[in-house]
Every structure is written in structure tokens, then in C-alpha cells.
């Protein structure tokens, strides 16, 4: 499984403009055949010298330093029962959000398919400045779009879907 420098091919901000007359809207006067992202209060044109695939630097959405998070099992309770489901099937289960709440947030140099290259070589503490405990979920968030990566037993697993508001809702309870 790879994970992917994020494109603006993906961001419903990509805007090219495809009408035969020019218009002005958002600040800037649109021709036929230009491409303009619209994320900002202003639509900003692509320039030649922009990367063709990749977000470039200028974009309003991209955070830097990437936001990091990190989701622990809200209590003991549920920390028991998650490692008994996992015992009992002989495998470790997909986290649900609504057991989950956030145990550490800061920022990372790193952006997601950076962390994804070598997360399972190098330490948490090395990598990310913070500690990463089993079945916890860590997010790096770039602005584009956020990577949820699940800590098991064998290292870490790519989520594709984790409900990151349901998370933050939930409060943490200290686990012993």
C-alpha cells in the first residue's frame, strides 16, 4: 500500500475555467482554458512555473508544519475490551471512533506519505517527538487531506476511514 503526495486534481477548489467568454469573479478576470484554484478569498491563476501534479507551495488549504494528533482509547474500560476483542480473534480489529479521544496534539515537519515511508523503521519518539502506544491512532493532517495510521503489535497500518470529529468529542479518562 502507498500513500501519495496529495494532488489538486482531488481538491473540489480546482477550478478550470471552460466558458468562451471572459469573466471577472473572485478578484480576477477568467479566460478561456485557465486553471485558478478558489480556495482563498481570492482565486489565484496557475502559473507555468507551478508544479503540474502536486499542491504547490502557495496553496491556501496546505499546513505547515502538519498538524499532528494522537488518539488514545478513552479509558480502562474500553482499552480492556479492545485488547480482548483483538485476543480473541487472533488479530488486531479496526478502531472505532467513539472509542477514541485525543491524548496528544502538536505539529510535525513531516507530511503524511513522508511518515508512512518510515514510520515502521525508525521510533515514534524519533519520528513524531511524542510517544505511540498499540491500538492508539495517529493523525498527520496537511490541510489537503488528513492520513490516519493505526499502531498494532507488527507497526503501523493505513486507515482509510476513521471518524476524526467523533474522536474529538470524546474526553479521556487517565489510564493507568
Known sequence: MMLR???CSDCPHNLQYMESLPIKKKGVTMHLGECFCVAGK???????????????????RLKAPC???IYGLKNQREWRMHCSMCADLGEDTSPSAFRYAVRYEGHTDLAPYEFFECCNEKSDDEILGAAVQHYDVVEIDDGIKPAFFYKT???YELLFSFDAKTAKKNIREEID
Open 5 to 7: 503526495k496529495p494532488n
Open 42 to 60: 481570492r482565486a489565484r491563476k496557475f502559473k507555468r512555473s507551478d508544479p503540474k501534479t502536486y499542491v504547490p507551495s502557495w496553496c491556501p
Open 67 to 69: 498538524e499532528l494528533r
Open 153 to 155: 503489535e507488527h507497526g
